[in-house]
């Protein structure tokens, strides 16, 4: 996906949240003060960041829970690649960088996604990947 969410690196577990909500999203990549890519928050870093640490959120800042470094791929790569680099590394989200240019993200529902294009609607899979795309 091309639709890339981002935060800075010392805003708070609060915002994050926030935008992922407003954006229905449950990933963002952190940024530095340059704009570099540097790592990714999901809502489970916030959510086990938050239940472990005894601060609030809106103080609790993104550096403290982000994942880095970046799992990273190239935009030419395999959806097959793609999927046993993620299964390697045990990472649910992938940034695409052309260059040291971010230009995307693969998550999970990516790949459920286009497993269900590649299936069509009558195969009996197809339900069993709709449903799996509901709960994650």
């Known amino acids: 996906s091309t639709k890339l969410e981002t935060i800075g690196k010392y805003e708070s577990a609060k915002d994050a949240a926030k935008k992922m909500l407003d954006k229905n999203i449950s990933s963002l990549v952190v940024i530095d003060e340059d704009g570099q890519s540097i790592g990714i928050v ?3 870093d916030i959510t086990r960041g938050m239940c472990i ?3 609030p959120s ?3 800042k993104i550096h403290h829970l982000m994942t880095s ?3 990273t791929i190239e935009p030419n790569l395999s959806v097959e690649t793609a ?3 993620m299964i390697q590394k045990k ?3 992938l940034i695409v ?3 040291d240019k971010t230009v995307g993200i693969v998550t999970a529902t990516n790949f459920i996604d ?3 294009e590649q299936l069509g609607s009558v195969h009996p899979s197809t339900k069993v990947l709709k449903t799996l795309k509901d709960e994650i």
């Open 42 to 44: 999901t809502e489970r």
């Open 53 to 55: 640490h005894d601060s």
């Open 58 to 60: 809106k103080e609790y």
């Open 69 to 71: 470094p970046l799992s």
């Open 83 to 85: 999927a046993n680099v």
């Open 91 to 93: 990472v649910r989200h």
């Open 97 to 99: 960088k052309e260059d």
């Open 114 to 116: 286009f497993l269900n």
